[in-house]
Structures are given as C-alpha cells and as structure tokens.
C-alpha cells in the first residue's frame, strides 16, 4: 500500500538532493570519504533544510534538570544533542545542518550530473566472459532445499486426478517420488568490459603532504566514477622519484620518498604493465599521473613525451596528468606535455591549485568520457 | 487503512471507560483505531491528523520517525487529536497490557482537551477542518504552481510560531474606545497660551501668528505620534496576513496556516499538565481497575521508562504527574491556605493534617483552569522542588560546557518558568510596520536573558522579507549589547546600537 506521506517524503528527498548538489564543491574537497566503497552509506552534512523561525540559540539557554548534582558539576550530555552538532563551535554555516545518507553510488552520480560528465562507452570487443549461474530450469532430481513446491503440488495434483483418487470433499494432494521437482541452474556467459586504472605519483622530495592529499582526493572520486561504468575494475599503483616501482595502494598513498625525479622511469614502467597484462583490444585503461611537474633534465621530458606517444597513447582510452602546485616546483612538465602532444585525442591535463581546483580538475579528466 | 478494532480491545476501550466515567473524568466519544508502525509513522509526521497540506517538511519528519524506528531508538504507542469524536491511534505492535496502559492515557488526554479551559475557543472539528486544508492548498498548487506555493508555505511556516497564543480568550472591546480618544487628544486644548490675567492683553501677549506656530508644531508632533501599528503586536501572522500586499490565495493560505498554529497552541500551553494528567489517570485507572496481575512487571517497566528523569531535559510526564499527586495529598491534608503557610514550625508542617479529604476535587478543578505557566507558579513549592531534587543549568562559556548553575528554589522556578512563557518561543513584536517612513517592517524582541540563535533570525528575516516585500529589521539583544539584524532583499546588515531604540 502506498502512503500519502511517501509524496511528501519524495519531495523532502528531492529538496536534500538538491542541497547536496549545491555543496557539491565541499563535499569533494573532505578526505574522509576516501575509505569507503560502493554502496557505502557517508554521512553529509546538509545545511539549512529545517525551516527558520526566531528562536532561542541553544547555548544560552540552558534550563531545568532533575537528578543529584551540586552547583558547578557538569550534567553529562549536551542538552543540545538533539540538534546533532559538533561540540566544538565551528563556523556559523556548520551549524543547523541535517545529516543525511547518501550512498558512495548516489554521491558520484549527482557529481556526474552536476559537473555534466558524459556516460563513458567502454571499448573493445568484450571478449572476456564471465560465467554466471542461474536458476531458470527445472529438474527432477535435487537437493530438497531446492523444491519447487508449486510444481510439485501441480504434478500430484494431476496425477490423483488422472488417476481418480482425488476427492474434491477431502482434497488432500500427497506427492509421491515422481511429482517432485527442483529448482536447477544453468551457467551463463556474460560479456564483460574490463578496465584497468594504473596511476602514478611523484613522490620525490618536492611533493609534501598537501599535495597527496590532493591526489589521494582526486583519485578516489576518479575512482569511483570509473567503477560505475565496468563491472570489473583493476588499479595498478606506481611510485617513482628518479626510479619507479609497484607498489600497493596503501603505500601508494603514504610513502614519502625523496630525492630527484626522473618521470620517464614512471611511464616506462607503465608501458610495461600494459603491454605484459592487459593487451589493449580488451582493457579499457586509464593512466593517471600525478606531479608537481619538475622533472629533472629536458632530455628526460623528451623521453617521457617518446614513450607515451609510441607506447602509451596508442593503447589506452586517455592519458591523464594532473600537475599539483608545489613550492619548489617549476610546473615546467605540464607546459611541455601541452606544447608537443596537445593535438592527442587522448590525453587530458589539468592543473590543480588547491582543494577547491579538485573539482575542477575531475572535470577536464573525465569531461571527454573517453 | 483503518483496521477495525478487535473484539478484545473493544472490550477494553468499554471497561476502560466505564471505570474512567465513574472516577469522575468527563470525555467525548473516542474513536480507535490500530495502525503498523508505518501508518502510525506518516501519521505522526503529519502531526496526528490523516490528510494535511502536502509539504516536504512532513517528509522530513517522516524520514527522522522511520529512521529512529528502525533503530529501535524510538517507537510511538499512541497518538491522540483533539478532536469530537477524539481520534485515537494504537500501534498494532503493542503488548495487551500496552493498549491497556494507552487507553487509560489516552481517555485522560481526552478528558482534558474537553475539559481544560485553553481548549474552549478549539475547534472540535480539526480533521475536517485539516482536510478542506488540504484540498484548498492542493488547487492553488493545480493552479499556481507546487513550487511558488510550497515556496509560500515555507515562509509563512517561518513565523507560524510569531502568534499571540491569547488572541482567541480576548473579548475585543475596549478597543474601540481607545481610538477615539486619541482623536480627541490633537484638539486645540493643547496649544500653549502665555499666562496673562488682563482680558484685554490676550491678543497682544498671545498674537495669532504664535498661536499658529503652536498649531502647526502640535500637528507635526501629533503625525510623529501616527505610529502604525499603534501599540506593538505579537500577532506577527495577523498583522502580515492584514497589512503585507498578499494576493488572494496567498491570505487565504496565511489564514489557514494561522488557523491551525492557534489549534495546536494550547496543546503547547499545557503539555506538562495534560501528559502529567494523563500519566496520574493511567497509572490510577490501570492499578485499581485494569490491570491483571500477571501485568504487574509489564506494567511496572513501562510505566518506569516514561516516568524516567533526566539531568538534561524535563520530563513533562514526570513532573506533571508528581505535581497533581502533591496537590491531591495537600489538599487531603489541608495543607494549604493562610494557617499552613505562615507556620514557622517545620515539623508541625510535615504532620499538618487537617483530613479534609478534598484532593481529589482539587485536581479535577486544577485541570479544568491552569495552564502550564500559572499551574507551575501556583503549585511548583519549595518542598516539592527539594523534595524531585530540582536543579537548574546553564552554559558555561569557559569550560566549553554544560554546568549546573544553581539549586536554589527561586532560581529554579524562575529559569522554569522563563522557559514556558509564550509556548517556550521568543517574545517578538512588530513595533513599527512604517520604519523610517519607508514602509519597512520593524521587530523588537523582548529581551529576557536567552540570546536568540543568529543564523536563523537572519534566516527568518529573509522569509519575512519575501511576505512584506519591503525591508525587514528586528531589534535584539546579543552578548549584552543591544543590536539591529536587517534585511534588506540582497544582504544582512548588523548594526550594534548605543542604546535601544
């Protein structure tokens, strides 16, 4: 039965989706989502759904309690738990704010819509299958959990009539042996379009923490705006400084190495990677690189610009290289990367200042939908 | 939806009431009716009636019952409208001996929506009232818009609690004549005449042209006194709905929405005394006529868990119902009147007992004519404030927190008090609709101690301003000195004053 209420409930939903979208922007910027996955329920804080009226703040107050105490002992919760607030004081615009659960899924879909991302066409020819099982036949043979007791009742059933030992003032239906039937499956094969995200990041002297932080950021809603267009997706993690190796994901984002950069070393590897495990006709594949954009010679930037023209570029779907603004940095890479491959379907550059660049930069990422 | 009443409650609802009639207590018909925990959800979001305007704030509060449902954190057992028939809900998921405890409750809840005097100007008739709400409301949104008149209700939700809850027990006469006095008042009587006592001096010491620079200054002073309203009003919603350039189904929705905030307000106005009447009569009714035995710890535990207290919330149940027990045992005692308290004697007091047996009659009197305010003045004692280990707290700007700040009786009372007075709202007041001679809206808050929270007074002068239409200004206090919050259709301005205004 469905309820009057479920209208007004519907509309609520739409009016908080429609704040969540505004504060979009700020959202992206937290790191605390990037432990989550999927269907993951997070916690966001919306701002001023509740309707204002002139009242009391909840601060200055206070009121009437019952119970032991002396004057001066602290009474023990916050009276203004109700509000759901930080204890702390926090910014004005912090406050009055509902908490609602989205879903990881949700979350980026609304981040699809609002920053216009377009639905990504997986390539190549969906050779890899999956095998899947499913209930869809009917045996006479079977584990009992498996009975399927409509079928079963139907076969008695026609065996007593057609044999003239049901009787409509008493109808009791026994099945015997040969009524019984089973719930039995069959394997299906399903085409699947594989991806493959390989990223890598600087970690030489130059990138600080903010700076991986920002990384760690933008990576993780790539991420997630990825995985809703493959079924199956890998990541792959490099590290370089002036040599680059694999690493897991957890050292990915917390290593911190030093010492000098040779970006060449990173693309190298890369170019091995794809071309050992994921032969380009079946794997969708993103690079991304992340850098402050100082590499260490001319000579090696023009190596770099080498690989990826002959042995990246050609397999993968689009090659990104997001350039974070560091002190010590030059930014040189970017300039050069633009100035020799900027006539390259498939690569994408952006440059992100700060947190707030976040946003931004997922755009020019995955805005080509490639 | 409605689910017809089993035949074992409906025994229960007659022997429930047969022993509430013959303790005394006077009710309408009662009508029942047994929802799921969904159904009775939407009908609390809905404030308790089945058909209201439709709005998302309903949903919100739909989302926050369901939510807290399914976590077990809270679950509603009963829901009651004042209404003749009264409507009563049942949750199907209760225990019999939770119907039972619900129906004694609710039958005093019924009892006193008939009976107290804050109920008299209520309309009995809310459901329907409610319904044809909602229906009107649907056609504007048909044909208006659902966006520009949900839009509307949003703002007009904004000031729905700016109403003078007093406005239906006032007998408008004396209004009239007050008016005419003022006309009265700008007449020639008044203008200075220099003293002389030679008749024949006057036109000499008092020549025309002075006498006309009187006139015209006493017809200056007079149009500075025109203000508009004459006497500030708490009516805020009366005087938008009077004054703001609405058009016609926008007043008409503003009067509807003003019509339902005055039916819940003395719902506000008495919530201790009615859940604290409804908690002594089901506690009395279930322990002498009802209850099984076997219903005993049931009884018990439930019974417990409403009547729990806090050290951060008063419990309304609790405290109304230990009040109406002490003013039954005083006045079975005769401890009450001139005698009792100007005797010095404590211990002659704690033994007073005159048996005067006439308790009972006290409370049933009490019900029909306090409210909540005048209810915890007359009867909150220092005996009984000790005695429930009564404190008081406020919020310590140092140590970041919450701290008990006093024991003391009269600090107590106060603090109690102060949070009832005017349904525990601000007190807010339109003193000038003509600010400025610009036609803005000036409000001035009555300042008592509580600052008010700033986000949502700008929040509620923006809502305000879309009603009037011109700017909004509203007089207050904050961190003890006096401030004016305005809005101006674009930005908010805070101005802090020298003095006030």
Redesign the interface.
């Known amino acids: 039965m469905s309820l009057r209420i479920h209208n007004d409930h519907n509309r609520f939903k739409d009016i908080v989706r429609g704040r969540i979208k505004q504060n979009l922007k700020d959202y992206i910027k937290k790191g605390e989502f990037i432990s989550k996955q999927g269907n993951d329920k997070i916690t966001v804080p919306v701002p001023r759904v509740e309707l204002p009226q002139f009242r009391y703040g909840s601060r200055s107050q206070g009121g009437v309690g019952q119970g032991d105490g002396k004057v001066g002992d602290p009474i023990s919760a916050s009276p203004d738990q109700d509000a759901g607030q930080a204890s702390e004081a926090g910014s004005e615009s912090a406050e009055h704010s509902l908490d609602v659960e989205v879903s990881l899924e949700e979350l980026a879909q609304m981040l699809g819509e609002e920053l216009e991302l377009p639905r990504i066409e997986p390539k190549g020819s969906r050779r890899i299958k999956n095998q899947k099982l499913k209930y869809n036949g009917v045996h006479t043979v079977g584990p009992e959990a498996l009975r399927h007791f409509k079928r079963t009742f139907r076969n008695a059933l026609k065996r007593q009539i057609s044999t003239g030992t049901y009787d409509p003032k008493n109808p009791t239906v026994i099945p015997v042996r040969e009524d019984l039937r089973y719930r039995s499956f069959k394997s299906v094969e399903k085409p699947e379009s594989n991806a493959v995200i390989i990223y890598m990041m600087d970690v030489s002297g130059s990138m600080g923490e903010e700076q991986k932080e920002l990384v760690r950021i933008e990576s993780f809603w790539i991420d997630t705006w990825l995985r809703r267009h493959y079924d199956g997706i890998e990541s792959r993690y490099i590290i370089h400084d002036a040599m680059a190796k694999e690493v897991d994901r957890d050292t990915f984002f917390h290593t911190r190495e030093s010492g000098g950069t040779m970006i060449s070393s990173a693309y190298r590897l890369c170019a091995d990677i794809i071309a050992k495990d994921y032969p380009s006709q079946d794997w969708n594949i993103y690079p991304f690189h992340f850098s402050d954009g100082d590499n260490w010679s001319v000579d090696d930037t023009r190596l770099c610009i080498g690989i990826l023209r002959e042995q990246v570029l050609p397999h993968v779907n689009q090659f990104s290289y997001g350039q974070v603004e560091s002190p010590y940095g030059s930014g040189q890479f970017i300039k050069d990367l633009r100035d020799s491959l900027k006539s390259h379907q498939a690569i994408a550059l952006s440059e992100i200042k700060d947190k707030d660049g976040i946003y931004g930069s997922i755009k020019e990422f995955l805005g080509s939908g490639r | 939806?409605p689910h017809q009443l089993s035949p074992e409650l409906r025994q229960l609802q007659e022997k429930v009431e047969k022993a509430a009639r013959d303790a005394g207590l006077d009710f309408f018909t009662t009508i029942y009716e047994v929802l799921d925990f969904?159904?009775i959800?939407?009908v609390a979001?809905?404030t308790g009636f089945p058909?209201r305007y439709?709005?998302?704030?309903?949903?919100?509060e739909?989302?926050r019952l369901s939510k807290s449902f399914e976590y077990g954190l809270s679950r509603i057992y009963e829901l009651v409208i004042n209404n003749n028939p009264c409507y009563a809900y049942l949750l199907d998921s209760n225990s019999f001996v939770d119907q039972k405890l619900v129906m004694c409750h609710v039958t005093a809840h019924n009892d006193f929506f008939k009976n107290n005097f804050a109920f008299q100007h209520s309309n009995r008739r809310m459901i329907d009232e409610m319904a044809n709400h909602a229906s009107r409301i649907r056609r504007y949104m048909d044909w208006y818009g659902v966006e520009k008149v949900?839009g509307f209700i949003?703002s007009v939700?904004?000031?729905?609690?700016?109403i003078d809850c007093h406005t239906p027990y006032i007998v408008p006469s004396s209004q009239k004549e007050s008016d005419e006095d003022d006309e009265k008042g700008s007449g020639d009587a008044k203008i200075g005449r220099l003293k002389t006592n030679r008749e024949y001096m006057d036109r000499f010491v008092n020549p025309e042209e002075f006498l006309e620079a009187q006139r015209v200054e006493n017809q200056k002073k007079a149009q500075e006194q025109k203000k508009f309203p004459k006497e500030p009003t708490r009516d805020v919603m009366a005087f938008i709905l009077m004054h703001a350039p609405l058009s016609r189904w926008q007043k008409d929705v503003l009067e509807m929405l003003k019509d339902e905030a005055h039916y819940f307000a003395p719902q506000a106005m008495t919530k201790i005394m009615n859940e604290g009447w409804a908690s002594y009569w089901h506690s009395r009714l279930m322990t002498h006529n009802i209850m099984e035995p076997n219903d005993v710890i049931d009884f018990a535990d439930r019974h417990a868990s409403v009547m729990a207290?806090?050290?951060?919330?008063?419990?309304p149940y609790?405290l109304g119902l230990e009040l109406y027990r002490d003013i039954e045992e005083r006045w079975n005692k005769g401890q009450f009147g001139l005698e009792y308290d100007q005797c010095d004697d404590m211990a002659a007091k704690a033994s007073w007992d005159k048996k005067l047996g006439l308790g009972r009659q006290k409370i049933f009197d009490v019900r029909k004519i306090y409210n909540d305010v005048t209810f915890i003045d007359e009867f909150f004692t220092l005996e009984f404030c000790k005695r429930?280990?009564?404190?008081?707290?406020?919020?310590d700007r140092k140590?970041?927190?919450?701290?008990?700040?006093?024991?003391e009786f009269i600090k107590?009372k106060k603090?109690?008090l102060n949070?009832l007075t005017n349904l525990s709202?601000?007190l807010?007041s339109i003193v000038d609709a003509n600010f400025e001679n610009r036609s803005e809206l000036l409000l001035e808050?009555f300042f008592e101690g509580?600052?008010?929270?700033?986000?949502?007074?700008?929040?509620?002068l923006?809502?305000l301003f879309k009603l009037w239409t011109r700017p909004t200004h509203?007089l207050t206090t904050f961190e003890e000195r006096p401030m004016m919050v305005s809005f101006d259709g674009e930005n908010y301005k805070e101005k802090m004053l020298s003095r006030q205004l």
């Open positions: 939806m969904d159904e959800n939407m979001s809905y058909v439709p709005h998302w704030k309903w949903g919100m739909y989302e949900e949003d939700l904004s000031i729905d609690n700016l207290t806090s050290r951060t919330q008063l419990n609790k429930q280990g009564f404190f008081s707290y406020g919020y140590k970041q927190e919450f701290l008990i700040d006093s024991l107590v603090k109690l949070s709202h601000p807010i808050h509580v600052e008010l929270d700033p986000v949502y007074t700008k929040e509620t923006r809502n509203l």
